[in-house]
């Protein structure tokens, strides 16, 4: 189960928040999918190289994403060994991505929602950096603004490669995907 994090509504959609459902929108673009309204998620089924892939973006509020993923979780009886979130991370540059296997939420509402609602760090996460505000500009602001004019084309490759690595993951496991995904930009 791949869980794209983001918020709800138009006027998110195209946010620094919302990159988690990004990726998995350019995933459904990729591989030919389409999603739909499940009650707590808008999600898509698949197989990739045979194995069974389940992709949601959760409709809820960021720091409200872990009781969804539990449910989806326990509806599909996946346990969090089976789960990779994807998501924005502030402490990481525009266009840098990197992979993990567990860790704290560091900072992120949405990953520490999760994180209390499994009760367990141990599940993949997808980490794509949006960089920090400048001058005075709040971080609320900032993750909730949308990306610039000068960013789309860092952001157009950052989803492609975001979505080869989410490949890799799922064929060759998380050692390969990290020795060849992680990247400063």
């Known amino acids: 189960m791949i869980v794209g994090l983001g918020n709800p509504g138009p006027k998110y959609r195209q946010t620094r928040h919302n990159l988690g459902w990004m990726v998995l929108e350019r995933v459904a673009y990729r591989w030919n999918l389409e999603f ?14 045979g194995i069974p892939v389940l992709l949601v973006c959760p409709i809820a509020w960021m720091n409200q994403t872990g009781p969804v993923v539990r449910a989806i979780l326990d509806r599909q009886r ?7 979130i994807v998501y924005d991370d502030l402490d990481l540059p525009l266009g840098a991505i990197r992979i993990k296997t567990r860790g704290s939420a560091g900072g992120h509402n949405g990953l520490r929602s999760v994180l209390d609602s499994l009760g367990s760090d141990e599940f993949f ?61």
């Open 36 to 49: 739909f309204n499940c009650d707590l998620a808008w999600e898509a089924c698949t197989e990739f190289k």
């Open 78 to 84: 996946l346990t969090h060994s089976d789960l990779t």
């Open 125 to 185: 996460r997808l980490k794509l950096g949006i960089g920090r505000p400048e001058g005075l500009v709040e971080t609320v602001d900032y993750v909730l603004s949308p990306f610039t004019a000068g960013e789309s084309e860092v952001l157009d490759k950052v989803l492609d490669r975001s979505v080869d690595a989410l490949e890799c993951l799922i064929e060759d496991g998380p050692t390969v995907a990290m020795n060849r995904f992680h990247s400063s930009r």
